[in-house]
């Protein structure tokens, strides 16, 4: 079986991934209040529109609105040069109260026909030797997938592979965060449902939330054709272009646990622009110039974070002086960081700094809390905190904006696809965010 080549065969399996078929039937599911809405019933008067986007895929949108003004708008693609299919789910309160509760809500809640199912997955990062090992279980049993500490490749990874007797099927949640496969048997084959694992919440007037993307790639023949398909696809649909063309091989150089001191934590503007010449008079020049997690106050405990803005005793001129240089040498400069997440014991620049804390603790207890954002809207939002930091660093940032708990507003779709911004300074930024405000404990003046 040719490896390159995508046949009639396998073009044929999107019938088998949950194409569209009519609103009913969308493989959406949730509690709304006493009600389970399944699909978008006709009571929310449900609008189709179609469109190709180009002449490889095709985008099916339908909206539909109940009388309390809940909004339901499923997005479904479908693409024609590969036989995949994608589903992502957004719900809107467009009325003037409260939604009554919204739970347990799957973008994919549906059945896959086939015999002899098996599931292969892995165990994502473990932050030790084990970590990225894969399994394979056969299903039949109950199986729930779901990663640890709101990490979304934490103790669980979110690309799986299904393999049938008949064909098997390529499975990618794009979601950051906390989320959940389950996994059983059906008559037809396996069913499966997909979405956030903790969801309980009602929607305040105007706001809008959204499920996790669900992608489903069919194939036949083995998995080393599956890995290469999907390669291929990935490739050509996903992953982003720097001027309309692939990004080639770049070597990413940094300086790493400087001094013993833990991850970047020990990063100064003084040894920054050092390590770039040392770097380059050895003749390896950097493509691109990574500081991770470390470079904002946290006393040398890269977990202590909450303040996003540079340690003025290692930079007392901000990242400025590290992104000129790196704009002199011609090179990219990375940045990390992961607004959405408060240690516990960050010193607060506010007297308090307001987080959520989870009603139950979970085995190994965490330091870690998300910014409440409910609680306070006066701080600045993500452009803003993004805004300023490019206008210090003075480069273009296009890949550069890094983060993996609870909103990870680094990787595309496949490990957390959210909100588009067009521009950030007057830059194209090529990424996806998403929906997330920054800190109340960010001060600009306070650097």
């Excluded at 493989?27 to 006493?34: A, R």
């Excluded at 990663?147 to 490749?153: E, F």
């Excluded at 023949?221 to 982003?240: Q, T, V």
């Excluded at 990375?334 to 603790?361: A, D």
Aim: hydrophobic fraction near 35%; charge should be negative; glycine fraction near 8%.
């Amino acid at each position: 079986m040719d490896m390159n080549k995508v046949t009639k065969t396998d073009m044929r399996l999107i019938e088998k991934l949950i194409p569209y078929t009519s609103p009913a039937e969308i493989p959406l599911s949730f509690q709304y209040g006493d009600r389970l809405v399944r699909g978008i019933p006709a009571d929310f008067h449900p609008r189709v529109e179609r469109r190709l986007v180009d002449t490889n895929m095709l985008q099916i949108v339908v909206t539909g609105q109940d009388e309390a003004g809940l909004e339901i708008r499923a997005e479904y693609l479908e693409y024609r040069d590969f036989p995949v299919t994608e589903w992502i789910v957004f719900l809107t309160n467009r009325g003037e109260k409260n939604t009554p509760i919204l739970s347990k809500i799957r973008v994919m809640d549906s059945c896959i026909a086939g015999s002899d199912p098996v599931l292969i997955h892995g165990n994502g990062d473990t932050v030790n030797q084990d970590g990225y090992e894969f399994f394979t279980d056969r299903l039949d049993h109950e199986l729930s997938i779901a990663p640890q500490n709101g990490l979304g490749t934490h103790w669980a990874f979110p690309y799986m592979r299904l393999m049938f007797a008949e064909y098997g099927i390529n499975l990618a949640i794009g979601w950051p965060a906390q989320w959940l496969a389950e996994f059983a048997p059906c008559e037809q084959g396996v069913h499966l449902a997909v979405g956030q694992q903790y969801m309980n919440m009602y929607m305040k007037p105007g706001e809008t939330i959204r499920t996790p993307r669900m992608t489903l790639m069919g194939f036949t023949g083995d998995e080393s054709r599956a890995r290469n398909m999907w390669r291929r696809w990935y490739f050509k649909h996903i992953l982003p272009r720097e001027d309309g063309q692939p990004i080639p091989p770049k070597m990413c150089l940094h300086t790493w646990g400087i001094g013993g001191k833990q991850e970047f934590t020990a990063v100064t503007e003084e040894n920054q622009v050092d390590a770039i010449d040392s770097y380059i008079r050895h003749g390896m020049k950097p493509d691109i110039w990574w500081i991770d997690a470390g470079w904002y106050p946290c006393d040398f405990t890269w977990t202590t974070t909450g303040n996003w803005w540079p340690n003025p005793d290692h930079f007392p001129n901000g990242l400025g002086p590290v992104g000129k240089k790196c704009e002199k040498e011609g090179i990219q400069f990375l940045l990390w960081f992961e607004p959405e997440r408060v240690h516990r014991f960050t010193p607060p620049v506010e007297p308090q700094t307001p987080v959520l804390t989870p009603k139950e603790q979970p085995k190994e207890p965490s330091h870690n809390r998300a910014y409440d954002y409910e609680a306070e809207q006066s701080h600045p939002s993500a452009e803003e905190k993004a805004d300023a930091l490019i206008e210090e660093i003075g480069q273009q940032i296009e890949q550069s904006l890094s983060g993996s708990t609870l909103g990870d507003i680094a990787q595309e779709d496949h490990s957390g696809d959210t909100r588009k911004l067009d521009t950030l300074h007057g830059f194209p930024v090529s990424k996806k965010f998403e929906d997330l405000q920054f800190g109340r404990n960010y001060d600009p003046k306070k650097r």
